[in-house]
């Protein structure tokens, strides 16, 4: 950018600034909700609940469903984007 293009375009330097800090606020969240860890270890604790018999058979399956749905979700997400 040359000097009269960022005096020209200065009155924008604010909303420039507001779209940057959205736009690592939306990456953030990004990485938050599609982190597969906290998935992984709420499925481990649905198995340990079965284990325990705190659940029955039926709600296990249904919830190791949704746990597993959103795992797939989560993977199909990141390698979209590159992710490991």
């Given at each position: 950018m040359g000097l009269l293009t960022q005096i020209v375009t200065l009155p924008l330097a604010p909303?420039?600034?507001?779209?940057?800090?959205m736009d690592r606020v939306l990456e953030?969240?990004?990485n938050?909700?599609?982190d597969p860890e906290p998935v992984q270890r709420e499925l481990?604790?649905?198995?340990?609940q079965?284990?325990?018999g705190e659940i029955d058979e039926e709600t296990?399956?249904?919830r190791e469903d949704?746990?597993?749905?959103?795992?797939?979700?989560?993977?199909?997400?990141?390698?979209e984007r590159g992710l490991p």
């Open positions: 909303v420039r600034g507001v779209a940057w800090v953030a969240a990004e938050e909700y599609y481990a604790a649905l198995e340990a079965l284990r325990a296990f399956d249904r949704e746990l597993l749905d959103r795992l797939e979700e989560i993977r199909a997400f990141r390698q």
